[in-house]
């Protein structure tokens, strides 16, 4: 299939992810831990964490501004943390767009940096810093791994494929602490259904492209609904304790 004939463009692809990080976070919210539709929402909402790490390489690959870039993330993130932590009480952590700012400044540093030692350093010091943060330690791996990939699509397949196969392992290993092995692999094959669908999304259905109309408006509406879902979610909650 030709980019041309692949229907989904960067903007819809967007607007899949943030209705699965809504089921996610709704379930994170006020699903019991555990419970089957629990399970469902919140494994399809792996979706986004992949995506949102793919996409943030391309865009700090043909962003006009990096300093832009990076300011709209860190504006955001400040606006998010508080209604991160009155929707989501258990977590402790930032929220995850200053996950993706921190992956946005390793690829800045990784420019600039020319030793492979220091790139190597400047790495484990950005992976170290994401204990901080929501998706710790997976989402600089991510973006190193889609940064190594660049536009090249069997290398693209190859980040996918050992994020999940990452992803999988970790907690395949969390649920051998509670369940038999085989129980241990279906849970893990639930786990990593919402980025098996982003890999099949981007890989096969992606055609490179933004949408055609309303540019501006996806651009804002993706990076206000953060901070805005969870203060309603937050908000609910308060209401329904």
Known sequence: MSLKTKPL???????????????????AVFLPLGVFPWQIVSDLGYFTAITMCCFLVEGYRHTRSRKKYALRLLVFALLSQFPWRLALVNNHNLNMLFTLLLCFLLLSGLDRVESRAGKAALALAATALSLFCDWALLAP????????????????????????????????????????????????????????????CILFLYNGQQARRGQPLFKWFFYAFYPLHLLVLGVLRLLTA
């Open 9 to 27: 463009d960067r903007d819809a692809i967007k607007l899949i992810a943030i209705v699965l990080m809504l089921g996610n976070h709704i379930a």
């Open 141 to 200: 791996v991510f973006t190193l791994l889609f940064a190594w990939a660049g536009e090249d699509q069997r290398k693209k397949g190859v980040a996918f494929a050992v994020s999940i196969l990452l992803f999988g392992g970790l907690n395949f290993a969390s649920y051998l602490e509670r369940l038999t092995v085989a129980q241990a692999l279906l849970w893990t094959l639930s786990a990593i259904s919402g980025q098996v669908l982003a890999a099949v």
